[in-house]
């Protein structure tokens, strides 16, 4: 059976995001998910869902990565910021690193997607606090 996997995607190539998503159906996920292309679509869409997982392009029209993972962070929003991108240097992904994005998966070897994936839904459930009992 599929696990759910809500999964709000900053991704200007439609294609590109049926790759992704392809890639999380085929790890064993039934993916529930939202493409934006804008960034001031990102604050309306985490407040309107809790998302499991973010995955954004490195560099976009009109947005990049570093910028949405500050507004990410600027909505206190603790979900695990993952960029996917077809190009971007090892010092650009360890400063994107530093600033809060949890790993990056080149397009051109998406199955490393589903295990980052799989580690930072892990993380993210040993983090999360139980809440106080009546």
């Not at 392009?57 to 500050?70: S, V």
Request: hydrophobic letters at 40%; glycine letters at 4%; charged letters at 35%.
């Amino acid at each position: 059976m599929a696990k759910p996997l809500n999964v709000l995607m900053i991704e200007d190539s439609e294609d590109d995001a049926m790759l992704i998503v392809h890639e999380l159906e085929h790890g064993g996920y039934d993916v529930c998910w939202e493409r934006l292309v804008k960034a001031d679509a990102i604050k309306d869409a985490l407040s309107r869902k809790a998302w499991d997982i973010i995955l954004s392009d490195h560099a976009m029209p009109g947005i990049c990565a570093p910028e949405a993972l500050a507004i990410v962070k600027q909505c206190s929003v603790d979900t695990p910021f993952i960029i996917v991108s077809g190009w971007m240097t090892d010092e650009l992904a360890e400063a994107a690193k530093k600033e809060g994005a949890r790993d990056f998966v080149p397009k051109n070897r998406l199955s490393r997607l589903v295990p980052v994936v799989e580690r930072e839904l892990k993380s993210k459930k040993k983090t999360k606090k139980p809440g106080k009992k009546r």
